[in-house]
């Protein structure tokens, strides 16, 4: 059975990092879109980057640029998340998404085929 599975959030003081994993058992990635997700409480869902099979095309929203880093490794199946000098407001829950071709770009939470569970992030002192 397909299916995402995310791991690597955890709690973490303002200015750590953390590398978030996203393991796509049963996908193939080279021709999808890949991206994060995260959804903190109160709010909606905030895409947060993306990745495009073509050209390697990256997205970021704002509120991470310089901080935060998409890869994907199309052949051991993994689409990772680094982030860097986190603040408070990151804190949520992040999902990884994947959407075939021909999609919107970026894609909004909404926006994917796919999506896993999620892993937490907690960024607090």
């Known amino acids: 059975q397909a299916q995402l599975v995310e791991s690597g959030g955890g709690l973490v003081q303002p200015g750590g990092s953390l590398r978030l994993s996203c393991t796509a058992f049963?996908?193939?990635?080279?021709?999808?879109?890949v991206g994060w997700f995260r959804q903190a409480p109160g709010k909606n869902r905030e895409g947060v980057s993306c990745?495009?099979?073509?050209?390697?095309?990256?997205y970021y929203t704002d509120s991470v640029k310089g901080r935060f880093t998409i890869s994907r490794d199309n052949a051991q199946k993994m689409v990772y998340l680094q982030m860097n000098n986190l603040k408070p407001e990151d804190t949520g829950r992040y999902h990884c998404?994947?959407?075939?071709?021909?999609?919107?770009?970026?894609?909004?939470?909404?926006?994917?085929?796919?999506w896993g569970q999620g892993t937490q992030v907690t960024v607090s002192s």
């Open positions: 998404g994947i959407m075939g071709p021909g999609g919107t770009w970026p894609p909004g939470p909404d926006d994917y085929d796919y």
């Open positions: 049963g996908f193939t990635l080279n021709y999808n879109t």
């Open positions: 990745n495009h099979y073509r050209d390697n095309m990256t």
